[in-house]
């Protein structure tokens, strides 16, 4: 059973197009997060989602907004796509904020 | 400056050797403290927590030292599936924006036969 999962595992895209990722996780964690792993395996966060709080990292673009339907999961959304978009999107989640994390199998994007 | 620094290496290493990373933090609210390991094109995965009284888990014996700001890891009798990326983490709290973990760059290890 995966604990974390992501949809999809691959994405190539054109540039200004909008595209949304999926995650799901299955161990009842209350707080869910998106990272970004650029080309220099720099891992950087975007955004944490604990109990409807949305945490945002000041320096995410607001081309890219997180979508939460329910606590088990959390969607990221990017609108008008950028050639620098092109990365690996990791999803997260945890018991709570500050306690361990368990990633999704990430989602590679790339924009041409 | 960087909330977390590692020495990204690369570590090569003989099977069987002992192997230590270091990681430095430069935030005294920090509150607690992981390794994780990340192989290629992979997701990063917990290896261990740290705790304030030092901890072990087989071959892997994590410190921390809450005075100089730093935490540690220790490989004893690496084996060829330790090659991997070690990654220091934080969690931080900070009064605007709560909890938030910051990754080090990561150290790279490749244990050799």
């Known amino acids: 059973d995966t604990a974390v999962s992501q949809t999809p595992k691959y994405l190539v895209t054109q540039m200004g197009n909008d595209k949304s990722i999926k995650c799901e996780q299955n161990l009842g964690h209350d707080t869910m997060y998106w990272y970004k792993q650029d080309s220099k395996k720099f891992l950087k966060i975007m955004f944490s989602?604990?109990?409807?709080?949305?945490?945002i990292n000041e320096t995410v673009p607001n081309r890219f907004s997180p979508k939460s339907p329910d606590k088990a999961h959390l969607n990221l959304h990017i609108n008008s796509l950028e050639l620098g978009d092109s990365a690996v999107y990791f999803c997260a989640s945890s018991p709570g904020l500050g306690y361990e994390q368990y990633f999704g199998p990430g989602t590679r994007l790339t924009v041409t | 400056r960087k909330e977390v620094e590692q020495d990204p290496g690369p570590f090569n290493v003989p099977e069987g050797a002992t192997v230590a990373f270091n990681c430095t933090y430069s935030n005294s609210a920090s509150q607690s403290f992981f390794w994780y390991r990340q192989d290629c094109r992979k997701e990063p995965k917990l290896l261990m927590s740290?705790?304030?009284s030092g901890n072990e888990d087989g071959r892997f014996t994590a410190q921390l030292n809450r005075a100089s700001q730093y935490i540690s890891l220790l490989i004893r009798d690496s084996k060829l599936s330790d090659s991997a990326t070690y990654l220091c983490v934080v969690n931080i709290h900070k009064g605007n924006t709560g909890n938030q973990f910051y990754f080090g760059t990561g150290t790279s290890l490749t244990v050799i036969p």
């Open positions: 989602y604990n109990n409807k709080e949305l945490i």
């Open positions: 740290v705790y304030s």
